[in-house]
């Protein structure tokens, strides 16, 4: 009903009532919007679990931030694109996409020389870096087994960008000079 300009206002007028849909009605509605969403961009024993913690990740921050979400479904969306972007990268981090499992190794024929050069070949890698000076063998190790980018290598151990770089080229030209004097 409509106020005239002298009445007094209802009691309740600077209360906002909230038409904003309750967690489990979002989960409701949102959750086959959002498994689509995933099926096109996300390996498919995944999507479930991203939903999950999309809605995980939603609750703690309704809990924590007194904010409105105007469009639930795009912000749930971005946060599950969100999620895909953290997963990829770590498993990047990991090489996850390089992991084969020993069951689909096909074995080789055999070759008895084969294997006593390759064992060979891989004891001396492995005696040149164990030849490198433990902080520059551990930053070598950081990046070309663990995968970490010098930035995040010089977070860790607390030198430089280009510290770590001067570091790495050290290795290199250490590791390349051990195994063609002794290859």
Request: charged content about 30%; proline content about 5%.
């Amino acid at each position: 009903m409509p106020i005239d300009e002298g009445e007094p206002l209802p009691p309740a007028h600077d209360r906002v009532t909230s038409m904003a849909p309750t967690i489990d009605e979002l989960y409701r509605a949102e959750r086959p919007r959002l498994l689509r969403f995933l099926d096109r961009r996300a390996p498919h024993d995944r999507a479930e679990e991203i939903v999950q913690q999309v809605f995980t990740r939603l609750v703690a921050r309704a809990q924590t931030d007194a904010i409105a979400i105007h469009s639930p479904g795009a912000y749930l969306r971005e946060a599950a694109h969100n999620l895909l972007r953290d997963h990829a990268r770590t498993a990047a981090r990991n090489h996850r996409s390089h992991h084969v499992s020993i069951d689909d190794v096909e074995i080789g024929s055999g070759d008895p020389v084969a294997a006593l050069e390759a064992r060979d070949h891989l004891a001396r890698i492995e005696q040149a870096v164990l030849r490198l000076k433990p902080l520059t063998r551990q930053i070598f190790l950081a990046c070309r087994l663990d995968g970490y980018s010098y930035a995040e290598i010089a977070k860790q151990t607390g030198l430089s960008v280009r510290g770590v770089e001067k570091q790495m080229s050290r290795a290199i030209k250490q590791l390349g000079r051990h195994l063609s004097d002794h290859g």
